[in-house]
């Protein structure tokens, strides 16, 4: 691992001390963020669309295909869609991510209308599918995934993720019926970025549309609680790695261990430059590969640096956040807090997880690089 540019401390089982050292200069170049959803040609989306009507059989294939090609442009908001990258193994889409919630539009009843929306971490996988509010159970939702796996040619997922806490007991019960692991996370990031991309193209565009409508299911943000024993570690320090650096470590970690999380930056459409610097949290045990295993265990989502409080706050699959450091708060670990935030603002969202031996190790046992998302606006 490239060597980490702050200093060490040692922790004080189960509160970590905080280092003395201040922040270094972190690079000053932002990373560009683009949604490759927002694309002209539309790559990833095939939208259901209407057939040519039988009066118009007099005209010639290439005008309907003309048509047809308009159509899809359109991109009428209250279609659905279907589809599958033909490119793509289906046998390897075994893990998808899945919203079932209702969106800021009114139906013909006035009601406000559901939505099911699934795809895979590479958007290879791509379904909607409105739904009125009073068939909203977990047959429905076994029965929609069925059709799903029946209408694409697909393999019954072994997992699928969700990140609505609200849902949990209808997606569950559905997930449960059909021998499919249900794993509540909010690490769903092509999901969130989708959800977020269709509300700016699709929902806000819907005849429907009600502007200003709060999402019915927000996201929990609780109070976090104490951290459990076997996730504490004995020495901690924010870091900081190149981007480079950041990629390598990621995908070494998880081939030298299996412990550890990557994400690809390039499909969720975050551009940044190999020589900025992202923020992070090394942190030393002498058990770190017990404390990765458990690590591994959860679905690691984002840690947060609370500077009026003091301490680190580590959140973890869709409603549980850990108090997971604690440090004196001085005017100059206030200025660092708030110094490695603003770092991670500046990166886009992203930082991450470090697990060594020793702070000064130039190796890690688990590393997972984390993103942190705004929650959806539906």
């Known amino acids: 691992m490239a060597t980490l540019s702050f200093n060490s401390t040692t922790i004080k089982t189960p509160s970590f001390n905080y280092p003395n050292s201040l922040i270094t200069k972190l690079s000053s170049s932002k990373p560009t963020i683009k949604f490759p959803f927002f694309t002209n040609n539309k790559p990833f989306l095939q939208i259901r669309t209407c057939s040519i009507s039988e009066t118009s059989a007099t005209i010639t294939q290439e005008e309907v295909e003309e048509v047809e090609e308009v159509e899809e442009d359109k991109e009428d908001p209250t279609a659905e869609t ?16 899945l919203d079932f919630c209702s969106r800021p539009i009114l139906d013909a009843r006035g009601k406000k209308l559901w939505e099911l929306v699934v795809c895979d971490k590479s958007l ?23 059709g799903i796996c029946d209408e694409l040619d697909l393999p019954v997922p072994r997992n699928i993720r969700f990140f609505r806490a609200q849902m949990q007991t209808i997606i569950t019960k559905a997930c449960k019926e059909l021998d499919i692991v249900a794993l509540p996370s909010k690490r769903c990031l092509s999901l969130l970025l989708w959800l977020e991309e269709r509300f700016e193209t699709v929902y806000s565009k819907h005849p429907g549309f009600q502007k200003g409508s709060k999402p019915l299911l927000p996201l929990d943000n609780p109070f976090p609680t104490k951290l459990p024993e076997d996730l504490f570690g004995e020495r901690w320090a924010f870091v900081q790695l190149p981007y ?13 261990f299996g412990y550890g999380s990557g994400l ?27 404390l990765s295993a458990f690590m591994n265990e959860l679905e690691l989502c984002t840690i947060e640096a609370d500077a009026a409080r003091a ?22 670990s206030t200025k660092e807090s ?14 991450f997880l470090a697990i060594q031996n020793e702070l000064d190790s130039e190796k890690c046992v688990g590393f997972w690089l984390l993103l942190d998302l705004p929650p959806p606006p539906v």
């Open 311 to 332: 301490n680190l706050t580590l959140s973890v699959a869709i409603s549980t956040r850990y108090v997971y450091a604690t440090y004196k708060k001085t005017p100059t």
């Open 82 to 97: 279907c589809y599958l990258d033909p490119e793509t193994d289906p046998a390897k889409i075994l893990s998808w991510e």
């Open 244 to 256: 480079s650096a950041v990629r390598e470590e990621a995908s070494a970690s998880e081939e030298r």
């Open 338 to 351: 708030e110094a490695w935030e603003a770092a991670k603002k500046a990166s886009g969202g992203l930082h």
């Open 264 to 290: 690809d930056l390039d499909l969720l459409g975050i551009e940044i430059d190999e020589k900025t610097l992202i923020p992070g949290l090394a942190v030393a045990s002498s058990r770190a590969k017990d």
């Open 124 to 146: 290879s996988l791509q379904y909607t599918k409105y739904f009125p509010n009073n068939v909203i159970n977990s047959i429905t939702l076994k029965d929609s995934i069925v």
